[in-house]
């Protein structure tokens, strides 16, 4: 140090000092400070990957308010795949549709001009219906799975679309002609004259079914005719329609405006083809009931014959399960045939040619033996009397005295792969069944075609069952037809709410007619039942609104009308998808 005056002055030496340590309180706070900014840190990583995760899910977020942009998304649309499902429904709908319209008109055009003369529009027809047929059994094999793979049943779908896109261009290019055979626009009178006259016969025939359709009841029971049951009133309305549109279409054609009374007489005309499909289902149904109540008896008794060929060698085989060895099946005797019965002198169970050598009767023996050793019952074919077993506590072997005569009563003894037990349980339920079907006959009224229908399907797993033949074939036949017809009917008068499971049932019931009548029942009974559910399901369209026209709802439900518009719309004519609504009214 210095002073003014610059005389150096020498300070005092310190002592010496001991080193002070480091205050505690920095060390603590600089560790009180790493924990938290750890905190922090992770608290930015943690919300920054969150922020990453948010943005990408909503991104690719398909549900509502997921968009970019902050805004809702729109609602997904149909994948490819239902949307090409969709396509064949509505496709072959829409093809039937067209097929049951033409079929309607051509009648009346054949009623005026002849077969011959309709006969080149009755090939479009027919041709357009094989196209159909094929794609409903397109669509059968479709509902049960096959094509299994993707692109198989995608391929099928497409399918289906192309059989309907040509029927319906093969009726479409039948509609021009169709028009210059019928000639309307020039002139309706002679067409009205014929849809008149028809009018008067089906306002006769639906006056006469409400008092058969009451006696049917009264004599077979209500549930026999409740596949027809409000028949007759709808035929009444379709009626009641017909006849406002038959006046239009008179007093449009006699003002001069013969094409503007088409579309009048169009509608006209497809109320009465549906008023006649109503009437004759009560008809069709009384003549069916009647041709079944006269065949049951003779059913119970072709059932009870078939029985009573199985019965015994099932019997005969059971007694050979359960009582050892000795007892053989052997066949039984035809006309004029004296084998299968004991040998005279010989010893019990001796047939004739039946050495020890092996010989024919020791093989058929044999063969007869090996079902039964294996749980098996050997069965008769048709025709035959049930084998027996001989020998020993085993039933005797029927004498040729008591066999059967005629032509065909020789049995074979064939074995059946049914377990001896299965089999007697079915024979103890077809016993039930006509047990209880011969209660019915006399207790009261009774619906036929159910009885038959019980019997036929409860021979069929009879051995034999299946492949029988006459009375119990022809119950078969006729209840099988019975279901078809009426599911046609129904489909045809509410084809405007009847969707296509239930025309792809009655389709396969069609084309199983002739050769599977079981199956074609069962199909149509499901078809009929699908069609029921589709018109409770569609309802009346015209419910709430403002009274519509008389008849208009149901011509709307039939297809008589193509709904398009509240009036109904226009009339459904001849032709394809393109071509079936051409006549629409003028304004």
Not at 487 to 516: N, Y
Request: charged fraction near 20%; proline fraction near 9%; include cysteine.
């Amino acid at each position: 140090m210095t002073i003014n005056g610059g005389g150096a002055v020498a300070l005092p030496r310190a002592g010496p000092v001991a080193a002070a340590p480091a205050p505690r309180q920095d060390e603590s706070s600089a560790s009180d400070l790493v924990l938290p900014l750890i905190a922090v840190g992770t608290a930015v990583v943690l919300a920054g990957y969150g922020y990453v995760r948010r943005t990408r899910r909503a991104r690719t977020r398909t549900t509502p308010g997921g968009g970019s942009g902050g805004g809702p998304a729109p609602p997904p649309g149909p994948s490819p795949g239902a949307a090409l499902e969709e396509r064949a429904r509505d496709a072959l709908v829409l093809a039937d549709d067209c097929v049951l319209t033409c079929r309607d008109e051509l009648g009346f055009a054949e009623d005026r001009f002849g077969a011959a003369a309709v006969a080149p529009f009755a090939r479009a027809v027919r041709a357009a219906e094989t196209e159909l047929a094929a794609a409903f059994g397109m669509r059968r094999r479709y509902d049960h799975g096959l094509p299994a793979d993707a692109a198989g049943r995608r391929q099928a779908l497409a399918g289906m679309i192309g059989r309907c896109e040509e029927a319906g261009r093969l009726l479409d290019a039948a509609a021009d002609g169709f028009d210059a055979l019928r000639g309307l626009q020039q002139g309706a009178g002679e067409a009205l004259e014929v849809a008149e006259a028809r009018f008067r016969e089906l306002t006769g025939r639906t006056g006469a079914a409400g008092p058969v359709l009451t006696a049917l009841g009264e004599r077979y029971g209500p549930q026999a005719v409740t596949s027809v049951t409000g028949y007759v009133e709808q035929a009444k309305d379709r009626l009641v329609f017909a006849t406002a549109r038959l006046n239009q279409a008179r007093q449009t054609a006699d003002l001069g405006s013969p094409a503007d009374a088409v579309p009048h007489l169009r509608a006209a005309e497809g109320a009465v083809a549906q008023a006649g499909v109503l009437v004759g289902a009560v008809e069709r149904l009384a003549m069916e009931l009647s041709s079944a109540a006269r065949l049951v008896p003779a059913a119970l008794t072709g059932a009870e014959a078939h029985l009573a060929r199985i019965r015994p060698g099932t019997e005969a085989a059971a007694a050979r399960l359960h009582g050892g060895p000795g007892r053989t099946a052997v066949t039984a005797p035809g006309p004029g045939d004296s084998s299968g019965g004991p040998v005279p002198g010989g010893p019990p169970g001796t047939a004739p040619d039946s050495g020890a050598d092996g010989g024919p009767a020791s093989s058929e023996r044999a063969r007869a033996e090996e079902p039964a050793a294996s749980g098996r019952a050997p069965a008769v074919v048709p025709g035959g009397v049930g084998a027996t077993g001989t020998g020993a506590g085993a039933p005797e072997a029927p004498r040729p005295s008591e066999a059967p005569r005629g032509a065909g009563a020789a049995s074979e003894v064939v074995p059946v792969d049914v377990p001896v037990g299965e089999l007697r349980a079915q024979l103890k339920h077809v016993d039930r069944v006509l047990a209880g079907v011969r209660e019915e006959l006399v207790a009261g009224p009774y619906d036929p075609l159910d009885a038959l229908r019980r019997i036929v399907r409860a021979v069929a797993p009879v051995p034999g069952g299946g492949g029988r033949a006459g009375v119990l074939s022809a119950a078969a036949e006729l209840v099988a037809r019975s279901a078809t017809a009426g599911a046609a009917d129904f489909v045809t008068t509410h084809r405007a709410a009847v969707g296509v499971a239930a025309r792809t049932h009655l389709a396969e019931a069609r084309r199983l007619l002739g050769s599977d009548p079981e199956a074609a029942d069962s199909l149509a009974r499901q078809a009929r039942h699908l069609a029921e559910q589709d018109v409770r399901v569609h309802g009346n369209p015209y419910a709430g609104d403002a009274e519509p026209a008389a008849g208009i709802a149901g011509a709307v439900l039939g297809g008589v009308l193509l709904g398009e518009e509240p009036d109904g719309g226009p009339p459904a004519g001849f032709g394809g998808p393109h071509t079936r609504g051409r006549w629409r009214p003028s304004a």
